[in-house]
């Protein structure tokens, strides 16, 4: 069958990927493919792949078979996936976490973008790049130094590969959006972090015992909104509580 939209999304199997995979598979017009590490299967409109995005090299030689050749009338690309890491400070942290979570925040969404930019370049279609970010690349958070940083890499990519593609009228358009803070297993794991490790842990802990936390569906909504209107958005950093 030939599918007007195409969608790969990171990070697939809970959460925001999970959502937004649920919500964008409901619309037959558009081919969802989901990867994560749990096998996610594939029915209909929607293809599981299995990958683990901290394996590098993996990703490297299935870059292929993740971005499918059709003409499409839109195609995006959400780079979702995304891990806290070790919540403790420095001098803390094992040297397997450090390397991990920028394999994960950074390394492999730069892949993504880096093959979907040049698969999709002469495309004649609505190009998009969603890389979901987070309010903490702006912010000090002690226990955070990777996953902060690694959001704040994020931020600065998605914004030179913006200019990039405007310098040569290419047609992509790239956001890295904050979603907030959702109820998600993310949370779960901030939650159970030590005080020592992470001085705002009670306020961390607020959110979920007063009801603060977004749910994942009403996120996924809020990024099926900036997809379908995104000539409506100025710049690329973006804030699901903003719109």
Not at 31 to 41: H, N, P, T, W, Y
Not at 51 to 57: Q, S
Not at 78 to 100: L, P
Not at 169 to 177: D, H, M, S
Request: charged letters at 20%.
């Amino acid at each position: 069958m030939d599918y007007k939209n195409c969608y790969i999304i990171t990070g697939a199997s809970k959460g925001l990927g999970k959502a937004l995979s649920d919500q964008l598979k409901a619309n037959e017009n558009n081919l969802v493919i989901g990867i994560a590490r749990s096998v996610l299967k594939s029915k209909k409109n929607f293809t599981g792949i299995s990958l683990d995005l901290g394996d590098v090299e993996l990703l490297i030689k299935k870059l292929d078979e993740i971005l499918p050749d059709a003409p499409f009338k839109k195609v995006v690309l959400i780079n979702n996936a995304g891990w806290i890491g070790q919540i403790d400070h420095t001098g803390y942290i094992s040297a397997q976490s450090i390397r991990d979570i920028y394999q994960i925040n950074v390394i492999a969404p730069a892949l993504l973008m880096n093959a979907f930019m040049k698969k999709y370049d002469q495309l004649p279609a609505e190009k998009l790049i969603i890389n979901i970010s987070s309010g903490a690349a702006g912010k000090v958070t002690d226990g955070w130094s990777g996953y902060s940083a690694s959001k704040a890499a994020l931020n600065q990519m998605t914004a030179i590969a913006q200019q990039e593609s405007d310098l040569r009228n290419r047609g992509f358009r790239l956001f890295a959006l904050s979603p907030g803070i959702i109820d998600t297993p993310m949370q779960e794991t901030i939650r159970s972090a030590s005080e020592e490790s992470f001085s705002s842990l009670s306020k961390f802990k607020s959110f979920k015992s007063e009801g603060a936390l977004s749910t994942p569906e009403e996120v996924a909504l809020k990024v099926q909104f900036l997809m379908d209107n995104h000539q409506e958005f100025n710049g690329v950093l973006q804030d699901v509580r903003k719109f």
